[in-house]
């Protein structure tokens, strides 16, 4: 079968995984994936556990063997081949560095498994290439384990790009590491990847990682794609709740369309200069507003007392309870004045055209 | 709770130490290790002594024990003899002994080994109530005495057992597979195997799969990952495994003696025979030193390559 003619350096067709539990049921990790992926593209897996992102991603890899559906890497089809006939390189969540290794022998690894001497000028060389461009240069005749979680995770990335990979495999490999450090190492990344000029599929279930490093995020929801877009696209408009809840905060109400806006079931009114599309009349939906676009104001449509009080250094969150049980949460910025008292009457007004319809 | 009130309950406590009758972990008494301190000085150090101060003495006119002069005869005939002229000449035989005893236990260790590599990484693959009884089947030989075991390959080896009704069965001669040094390496590898299988599947149960899956990733093929990932990380075991075969395998008499059928001589079958049919326990015991030194020697070589793993990084030292 001929590819088809695209310019992707990565393209998944259909592809699906079943699983056959011990008992018999069989289990669907992938539902028929489709993807297209770039050259040189930041490319974001992104979901929760077992929605099928690492399934996926060692298919790639050639780790795991899918029960349908084909892969691509340029002109030649890969789905058939085993793991080191690809031109595919992972870097694994555990990092996977062999122990009895220095972290130069290490990277020259996969360059000795292509027949070329550990020795010669060009393997030193390319470790050494390897080695600055993690920032890791004096760390060369270490064992792994005389190294930091997130120096093993900068060795492991060397190895894995000294192969010059077609596409490079990230498995969380954020994960291990603390929060500033991931922080830290997120920069890091995609600087890296922009100097290898090498394209990354990343795999993640933080949006934070997601929404900071990729030039596109497909959302992955119990095996399918639930919607492929840049950080903006996703976060703007999400197709649907899972993706809304997924990626950013969002308050969700359940609404029915009037005469001039809607009206929530806990009965606080939604003007219709707020909303992103109307609500055709008498129909109940469920709308979503992000936090930030709901402003303090002296007397809003939307009313309510403090439950909960968050500060967090850039902003303040607030939590309202409504009429009903409703509760919806604000971010204010840092110069309110209002009350933060809880048990406290606080007016907010959503911001023009924030409010949207989500579909389930 | 105010700074003074803070100050004052710290000067309390610096005046009168509080008393936990409690241990740190890690710092256990001496005396716990004293009753086996004490044997292993009274039946193990004091008898190496005797041994090598026998060394150094003259044969008992009786045969039993040994008696003065202080010589060093039972040194000098483990490489030379003398005539009855009194000349004396360079005589191999003891080195040709202990040169068959080493090849043999080497022989041995690297069979064992062979059988016990892929047997432990099965194993340690296995879903681990398969694995617990698997270990536990590895150690059912233990249950039986090696003499009885030893017993079973007359046996089956011999001219009209088992192995040779089969090969006339199928209408070839027998084999003269027993008594002969065949035999003797047959029954020391199956003897041996269990304690050249535990230690390795203890690495192998650490291993790491994932490491192999990043060895594929990065372009090795199946023999490159078993030669470059897989045995380097049971290098310990192996090591271990080869300590636990080749010493005792090396001091080895009962499957000499009873499947080698006494003919070939080895350093235990001759260390056995001074004590009983010979009655000279002084040369018997400069043998058993001689044995003794060349086992340190070996342990000494198996300690070099622990250190250089000890070096790599690895945890667990064997010496």
């Known amino acids: 079968m001929n590819p088809v003619t695209s310019d992707a350096v990565l393209s998944v067709r259909t592809l699906t995984k079943e699983f056959t539990n011990p008992e018999g049921t069989v289990f669907t990790a992938l539902g028929g994936v489709d993807l297209e992926i770039m050259p040189g593209e930041f490319f974001i897996l992104l979901g929760p556990s077992g929605c099928g992102k690492t399934t996926l991603l060692r298919s790639i890899a050639g780790l795991e063997q899918p029960t349908g559906g084909e892969i691509w890497l340029g002109e030649e089809r890969i789905d058939e081949l085993?793991?080191?006939?690809?031109?595919?390189?992972?870097?694994?969540?555990?990092y996977a560095l062999f122990p009895h290794l220095t972290v130069r022998e290490n990277i020259s690894f996969g360059l000795e498994m292509e027949g070329k001497s550990p020795r010669s000028a060009e393997v030193q060389t390319r470790v050494s290439e390897m080695l600055e461009l993690v920032g890791l240069g004096e760390f060369g005749k270490r064992k792994p384990h005389q190294l930091s979680g997130g120096q093993q995770q900068r060795v492991a990335l060397a190895r894995a790009l000294a192969k010059r990979p077609s596409v490079l495999l990230l498995d969380e490999p954020l994960s291990a590491l603390d929060l500033k450090l991931r922080r830290e190492m997120r920069a890091e990344?995609?600087?890296i990847q922009v100097d290898a000029g090498i394209t990354f599929v990343f795999v993640t279930h933080d949006q934070e990682e997601a929404m900071s490093m990729g030039d596109r995020i497909a959302v992955l929801n119990k095996g399918t794609i639930a919607q492929l877009g840049s950080p903006r696209e996703l976060y703007g408009s999400p197709v649907n709740r899972f993706v809304a809840e997924f990626i950013g905060e969002m308050n969700f109400l359940t609404a029915t369309g009037n005469a001039d806006g809607a009206m929530t079931a806990g009965g606080t009114h939604l003007p219709a200069a707020a909303m992103i599309e109307p609500i055709p009349e008498g129909e109940s939906v469920t709308v979503g507003v992000r936090p930030e676009h709901l402003r303090a104001v002296d007397r809003g449509p939307i009313n309510g007392r403090i439950v909960a009080v968050q500060f967090l250094g850039t902003d303040v969150r607030l939590c309202l309870r409504l009429g009903g049980d409703e509760e919806v949460w604000a971010r204010v910025s840092l110069d309110y004045e209002g009350p933060t008292a809880?048990?406290?009457?606080?007016?907010?007004?959503?911001t023009e055209r924030s409010v949207r319809v989500v579909r389930p | 709770m105010n700074r003074s009130h803070v100050g004052s309950t710290i000067e309390e406590h610096a005046a009168r130490p509080r008393h936990i009758s409690w241990r740190r972990p890690g710092t256990a008494s001496?005396?716990?290790?004293?009753?086996?301190i004490i044997i292993g000085v009274l039946?193990?150090?004091?008898?190496?002594?005797?041994?090598?101060v026998y060394s150094f003495m003259s044969r008992a006119p009786g045969g039993t024990g040994v008696a003065w002069p202080v010589t060093f005869e039972n040194w000098q005939r483990l490489l030379f003899e003398e005539d009855f002229d009194g000349n004396r000449f360079f005589n191999p035989q003891y080195l040709i002994v202990l040169w068959r005893s080493v090849w043999t236990a080497a022989l041995t260790t690297a069979?064992?080994?062979v059988l016990a590599v892929p047997a432990a990484v099965w194993i340690a693959t296995r879903p681990p109530r398969l694995r617990s009884l698997l270990?536990?089947?590895a150690t059912i030989p233990f249950w039986t005495n090696t003499l009885i075991r030893t017993y079973a390959w007359m046996i089956l080896l011999n001219d009209q057992g088992i192995v040779n009704a089969a090969i006339q069965a199928f209408g070839l001669d027998p084999l003269a597979l027993y008594p002969s040094l065949f035999a003797t390496v047959i029954g020391l590898v199956y003897v041996f195997v269990p304690f050249m299988l535990l230690p390795i599947y203890t690495s192998a149960a650490k291993f790491d799969f994932r490491l192999a899956e990043a060895a594929y990733d990065l372009g090795a093929t199946r023999l490159r990952v078993v030669t470059r990932v897989l045995l380097p990380s049971l290098r310990p075991g192996i090591l271990a495994g080869c300590v636990l075969v080749f010493v005792p395998a090396l001091g080895a008499f009962i499957q000499p003696m009873l499947l080698g059928g006494a003919k070939v001589d080895f350093i235990g079958t001759i260390i056995q025979r001074q004590f009983k049919e010979s009655q000279n326990w002084p040369f018997g015991a400069a043998i058993s030193v001689a044995l003794l030194a060349l086992t340190l020697i070996a342990l000494l070589i198996f300690a070099v390559g622990s250190r250089r793993l000890a070096a790599q990084g690895e945890k667990a030292r064997l010496l």
């Not at chain 1, 085993?82 to 555990?94: G, S």
């Not at chain 2, 001496?30 to 086996?36: G, I, K, R, V």
């Not at chain 2, 193990?44 to 041994?51: A, D, E």
């Open chain 1, 82 to 94: 085993p793991p080191f006939k690809r031109k595919v390189n992972t870097v694994f969540q555990a």
């Open chain 1, 189 to 191: 990344l995609k600087r």
């Open chain 1, 342 to 350: 809880l048990g406290s009457e606080v007016s907010l007004a959503p």
């Open chain 2, 30 to 36: 001496p005396w716990l290790a004293a009753p086996a």
């Open chain 2, 43 to 52: 039946f193990v150090g004091v008898p190496i002594v005797i041994v090598i």
């Open chain 2, 111 to 113: 069979l064992t080994l």
């Open chain 2, 135 to 137: 270990v536990l089947a």
